[in-house]
């Protein structure tokens, strides 16, 4: 037996019965030291870190597993229920009556542990942010594609089951694949796991290539590649044919990085991905409620955490919000799992409970993720002919919603499509916000915000692209995340909402003369840029407002564009609205939320979750030079005083309404004094 694995029936034996009501069946503890090699943290001290395998039952007769996509062709043990293993971890107190008593379960990113770094400043644990506060961090695996680790990293896995006809057979489906930047003979293939071809017969798949592709999905210059010139199989060493393999492509006269390629193909065996929301679920309601304390299956945590906030930022955001609309914030005993919840960074849905899926892609053409409801409240989807639903009809019905603050950036308008939630699919008003959800804009940020600091920098040397964008969102989200946390244990409500309404006029269509583009020469302009929401055929085995089911129509076709709005601009190029960081409220240059591929078969069109950044001239005389519209540096602020001065008014005026933490305000205005005493920002 693995070492990091406790059998089902012994852990049985071990853990109280009032623990198998989350269906955490039993927990193995791998490894308990002290974390962060002792280092001691305020009022709280040090902490240690436990990693371990949790095993657990999911019920197909329940009807709360009811959505689970092929969770009726999944295997069943003994009792006729469906099993999982998943890795967790477990970051808290030594002393846990020192805790604040709130156990933060961080949504893995792709595996990864990436909740704390997105609060803390400097390297994990950094300054320390939440473990100041005393709060307990909780990561466990959720993504089926990324199976079990047992080497003690911090890579968080799940194994889920299989899918398999009645018979045994494989389960098979139309599946595709698109890349581009490809060279030589051999590219490999991304997102095989659980969805390798059925067949390397390549009679029975289609590989063609294109000069290019509109944002809507039209291609130009397509080429259907023979059967006979390429093959699944590896080249790097044997030449074409090569060797056989079904993850990569090889190419008889070889890939060519100017074009994108399209492959379509039979899958087989796919994972029963919905398993791993089930699993999100049943692990945090067993830490959160189990009072087990004997036995290698005891729950660390028993008793000590009244309340769970759970945090996501990018996938494991969209992840939150998938979670919420199939209702799995309520666990099979009835109980809220999630008190609060921050959905950071994450415009839509995603491939997370959809056949042959994979749940690592982001927003590309025929993605699934904004088909579903966007939207928080019931809404009638009435241009896609959807019937009402939101996110938050299930957990309504069952009284088990948590406390929301939802928190995003540029590309989440720009790429990831976040402003049908804000609209409606017709666009024509602003959806109201229920009472448990506050909503908040980092204008012109890049996806997840930039490092900050107050050098003026330099434009990018290419005019067909603009330079890294460095406008931050960790300062405003740390303050956030104390106001959500305020809000779930003491009942303090958060600051407003604040992002761009279409009622203020600050929502308009994503061209430059609706949003007020200044004339800028020799820089990119937004025209064409957005990558918008396309109603997709998906086929009838699809279920739209569940973002769930199976995709049978391959590649799926495109019905209509549905109409996306985008903020409103000043006469500098930056956006209006929302929670402008300190350094946005006096800026350097323009901080664009897009930022467009300069060549290759996409050109034009946005870069993944890009963004980007123009400084303004620093003289008059420079800008002039230019043609510059922008007022330069030295015509906006009078002297590095003024601009100082200026900086502590208002990052005095953001941690009055709660949007600075005292401690941050006082950081960053020790960087800008040190940024300007070593010239990055004014002319000595």
């Not at 796919?270 to 398993?275: D, I, S």
């Not at 999630?338 to 409970?353: E, V």
């Not at 973002?547 to 985008?566: A, E, K, Q, Y």
Request: charged fraction near 20%.
């Amino acid at each position: 037996m693995n070492r990091f694995v406790v059998s089902l029936s012994a852990a049985l034996s071990l853990i109280a019965p009032a623990a198998l009501h989350a269906r955490v069946a039993g927990i193995e503890i791998a490894s308990r030291a002290p974390a962060f090699a002792g280092r001691t943290f305020g009022n709280t001290g040090a902490y240690e870190k436990i990693k371990g395998v949790a095993t657990g039952e999911i019920d197909p007769k329940d009807p709360r597993n009811a959505l689970i996509t092929d969770l009726a062709l999944a295997p069943r043990n003994a009792r006729g229920l469906v099993e999982y293993r998943t890795n967790f971890t477990l970051v808290k107190p030594v002393d846990m009556s020192r805790s604040s008593g709130v156990v933060v379960y961080n949504v893995v990113n792709r595996g990864r542990h990436g909740g704390p770094s997105e609060f803390h400043i400097g390297g994990d644990p950094g300054d320390g942010f939440l473990y100041k506060l005393g709060h307990t961090l909780l990561w466990s695996g959720w993504q089926g594609d990324i199976p079990l680790t047992t080497d003690g990293s911090d890579l968080e896995g799940i194994d889920v089951p299989v899918a398999r006809n009645p018979d045994g057979s494989s389960v098979t489906g139309p599946v595709w694949n698109r890349f581009t930047g490809a060279t030589g003979s051999t590219q490999a293939l991304a997102n095989t796991a659980g969805r390798a071809p059925a067949t390397l017969d390549t009679a029975q798949a289609r590989l063609i290539s294109a000069t290019s592709e509109s944002p809507s999905g039209l291609k130009s210059g397509i080429t259907a590649i023979p059967a006979s010139d390429w093959a699944f199989a590896d080249c790097r060493t044997v030449p074409f044919p090569g060797t056989p393999d079904p993850t990569r492509l090889c190419l008889k006269s070889g890939f060519n990085k100017a074009l994108l390629y399209e492959l379509t193909y039979t899958a087989k065996d796919p994972y029963v991905l919905g398993v791993g929301l089930a699993a999100m679920r049943d692990v945090i309601s067993f830490f959160r409620y189990s009072a087990a304390e004997t036995g290698s299956g005891s729950n660390p945590l028993a008793g000590a955490v009244p309340h769970t906030i759970c945090t996501g930022s990018s996938q494991s955001g969209r992840l939150e919000k998938q979670f919420l609309n199939l209702g799995f914030n309520e666990d099979e005993s009835g109980r809220i799992v999630c008190d609060g919840m921050n959905t950071r960074i994450a415009g839509m849905l995603g491939g997370f409970n959809v056949r042959f899926a994979s749940p690592g892609d982001i927003a590309e053409l025929f993605d699934p993720g904004a088909d579903g409801p966007l939207w928080w409240s019931d809404y009638t989807d009435a241009a896609r002919a959807h019937s009402s639903s939101g996110i938050l009809h299930r957990c309504q019905a069952s009284h088990t919603c948590p406390l929301i603050t939802e928190t995003y950036g540029g590309p989440e308008v720009w790429y990831t499509h976040i402003t049908v939630g804000l609209l409606g699919t017709d666009a024509k008003a602003d959806l109201p916000l229920p009472a448990n959800v506050r909503r908040y804009y980092h204008p012109g940020t890049p996806h997840g915000g930039g490092a900050g600091g107050f050098n003026l920098g330099t434009p990018s040397p290419d005019p067909a692209v603009f330079a890294t964008n460095p406008n931050p969102e960790r300062e405003t989200d740390r303050a956030l995340f104390v106001a959500l946390t305020d809000w779930v244990v003491h009942n303090t409500p958060p600051p407003p909402s604040a992002d761009p309404r279409l009622a203020d006029g600050l929502l308009v269509p994503p061209t430059s003369a609706a949003m007020g583009w200044p004339a800028i020469p020799n820089s990119p302009r937004p025209d064409g840029v957005i990558s918008p929401v396309l109603d997709y055929d998906y086929g009838p085995a699809f279920r739209y407002n569940d973002d769930s089911g199976v995709i049978s129509t391959v590649p799926p076709l495109v019905r209509r564009t549905i109409p996306v709005l985008v903020p409103r601009v000043d006469a500098d190029g930056n956006e209006l609205g929302g929670l402008p960081s300190l350094l946005h409220r006096l800026p350097l240059g323009t901080y664009t939320s897009w930022n467009p591929i300069p060549d290759g078969p996409l050109k034009g069109r946005e870069r993944a979750l890009a963004a980007g950044y123009l400084p303004f001239a620093r003289t008059k005389a420079e800008r002039l030079a230019t043609g510059d519209p922008r007022l330069s540096i030295e015509e906006r602020y009078p002297g590095a005083a003024a601009y100082y001065a200026a900086a502590v008014a208002q990052a005095a005026d953001m941690v009055k309404q709660r949007l600075l933490l005292p401690e941050d305000a006082i950081r960053l205005l020790g960087q800008l004094m040190t940024d300007v005493e070593t010239g990055k920002l004014f002319n000595h």
